[in-house]
């Protein structure tokens, strides 16, 4: 198993670039996955003070499957402990003072809400909508003015025009 994730591959690179020293704040389980994701975190030059342990759930999973071109073919997920985040441990962290916000598709719409109604100050607001199925969220209400840049790949981006077009 690799740790990975989108948004923790990018604080990751942001790490090892060695400018800053960036906080990542997520959730994870109380499980052996969640000791894999803080220690490569920390090499990698990432605060993992950020991860809120949740005791109920298990750390987010994706197995991806791949054809025999090595493209995806399927992927199975288990991202439920990314859903609801305690507001009271973004606050902590004091997100709305940050140059960057990057925000995980797979926070649920309250979490969304909340970082997104707190984070006007914040220079750049950056949603990565994660999977075809997610990418919707953002339309909701009034989330996609908040943003400064919103990554969907091509996949993303198409279901997305689809959506808005019918």
Known sequence: MVPGGALRNTAEAIGRLGWTKP???????????????????????????????????STAAYNGILNEKGDMFCGV????????????????????DSQILLIDGNVGYATLEYLL???????????????????GRIMEG??????????????QLRHLCKQLST
């Open 142 to 155: 009034d989330f996609l003015t908040r943003l400064t840049c919103f990554k969907p790949n091509i996949t």
């Open 23 to 57: 906080t990542f704040v997520s959730a994870v389980g109380d499980d052996e996955m969640s000791n894999v994701i803080r220690r490569s975190l920390e090499e990698a030059g990432v605060s993992a003070d950020g991860l809120y342990v949740n005791k109920d759930l």
């Open 117 to 135: 109604g707190r984070s006007s100050k914040v220079r750049h607001v950056i949603y990565d909508p994660i999977s075809q199925a997610k990418c």
């Open 77 to 96: 997920s288990d991202m439920k402990v990314l859903e609801d985040i305690p507001k009271s441990h973004l606050d902590k962290f004091h997100f709305w």
